[in-house]
């Protein structure tokens, strides 16, 4: 069902989606990156910016271990990624967050690091968590080599031939991250100190960057390594392979409660998102551009798909019946067809019939080709706004947002065991979340508060028995540990898309959902679970290479293939 919604942030009433049809997790879990992932923002901006990404140091040696700086401005801020490659044993080479040694380090470094920067961070990079920072570290990260591709790349490169494509095709990154920290974790700088350059107040750039450096330095490592290893028939990195090589990224449940710590952001995300489908659905009348761009687009994705594999049952499944939609999609929609009144709105409503992966991949696809139309929405993906108490809201008025708003909450039964027999809670060890099990393990006191659903129900029965006059205030001087969940509530009358319809602590949630939700806003792609609480992805396949940003006029990069690279 579509309807009408108010957006304070991104312009006026527009023909959305409902949370209620959005916001569950299987549906939330089927999205693809588009055109407002945060990669693509950041790439854009570099483009337009005309962004020059220098190697100021290089020492590394034959082994590919020591250290390297490039250096880069953007907007008159000077910045730095700060890298750090040593030998590590293939025992101790793991994606868990737990281990302790990594192949490589990085830091984020706002200004020119000087030799005594480089010295400190070489003791204190590697050591990660447990390393002393400064404020001129913006970000912390880490990365792995995904040994059988780097290794096998290296080989082939010193022996003067291009790596196999089947291999490139299959893994697409050289280096995985486990972990990106930034926002002041750890004692690294705050965000909020460098949010008000526009080219920062788009969520999570300084992380997005920090990781596009560390894919350029991931090739420039394998050509160097590879060179030494044979200076006479090395042959450097083909430029079409180089730029269809991201950079792997492994994910595990410490991302998942964030979009349920952070519910205006987690609005304003979906604002943006459901503001620029609906804009691209009220286009009347398609340019003839457009509609070629998107046919040609739809080419693309058939033959993106087809190199996105995984081993995991459930999204291997999903994907099989991708290519199938899909091919019966692409041979409903033509030029003819497209140039037709509303014709983007009519083959998005027939479009209902395929499955919600489908679906959403069609909603990346519109998106792809409305740059003029949807672009500036970049600068509401942001949350200034905290959520807030409303204590004169009469009691009768928060039971009657549960009823209007929370139908999908009130509906569960929290007697049964089954509903409420997980727990969320924060690991002591590396202060990472974690999910246990109500009924077998020990812990539940310390239990975080993302049972959202319960705690709406439980506040429901309470209200039921106050007085329907009384004010907030009142009811919460007698009922104290509501107070959490009706700020929530009243927060959600005005940012509808600020919460998960979905039981979070049911035996059958699928942690891996709010995953790809996050990761999809990233611009992460090529998504292969691992388990329900853990995943592989690629991030920036496809990107223009890190010389190239100061000669583009675009970012035509969504959906790569080794032929559009």
Known sequence: MVVAKKFQQCGPELNVREPSEVMKLERMGSFHPSRLSFARILIRKMIQNKTKINCSRWEIDKNGFGNAVYQLNLLGKDLALI???????????????????????????????????IER???????????????????????????????????????GKQPPRELINEIGYLMRTTAVYGNGKFGIDDRKNHRELSDFSVPFQLEMLTVYLIRGFSLDLVNHVAKSRNPKKFVPLDKKIQRYIGIG?????????????????????????????SRMLGIIKLSNK????LVELMTRVKAFLSSWNTGDKRQKKRIDMLNAEWASFSNEVYIERLLKINALRDIFNDAKKYSFECQELIVSLLLEIGGDLIDGLDLCLESTKLPMLYPKMKVHEVAGLIKKNFPWAIKIDFSLREN??????????????????????????????????????????????????????????????????????????????????????????KPIDMLRCKLSFFGASKFDPKS??????????????????????????????????
């Open 290 to 293: 457009k509609a070629k761009r």
């Open 121 to 159: 961070l070489k003791t204190q990079l590697p050591l990660q968590e447990v390393g002393r920072y400064n404020k001129t570290e913006l970000v912390l990260s880490r990365a792995n080599k995904s040994v059988r591709m780097f290794e096998l790349v290296v080989q082939s490169l010193s022996k």
């Open 249 to 277: 990224n492994a994910t595990g449940l410490g991302m998942a409660p964030f979009l349920v710590k952070h519910p205006v952001l987690l609005n304003n995300w979906f604002q943006v998102r459901e503001t620029a489908l």
């Open 83 to 117: 890298a750090f490659s040593n030998h590590l044993d293939p025992s101790q080479r793991t994606d868990r967050v737990i281990a302790s040694s990594w192949d490589t380090s990085f830091a984020l470094f706002d200004g020119v690091p000087s030799i005594s920067d």
């Open 532 to 565: 329900d609480r853990w995943v592989r992805v690629n991030l920036f396949q496809g990107a223009p290479l890190k010389n190239e940003l100061n000669d583009l006029k675009k970012d035509d990069w969504w959906m790569p293939t080794l032929e559009y690279s």
């Open 420 to 509: 409420q027999s997980r727990f969320w809670y924060i690991s002591e060890e590396k202060l990472e979340p974690r999910l246990g099990n109500r009924y077998k393990e020990e812990g539940q006191d310390l239990e975080r508060p993302l049972d959202i659903a319960r705690r709406v129900c439980y506040l429901n029965a309470d209200l039921k028995i106050a007085d329907d006059y009384m004010t907030t205030a009142e009811f919460l001087i007698k009922h104290p540990e509501h107070r959490f969940i009706i700020r929530r509530i009243q927060t959600n009358a005005w940012a509808p898309y600020s919460e998960i319809h979905d039981n979070l602590i049911d035996k059958n949630c």
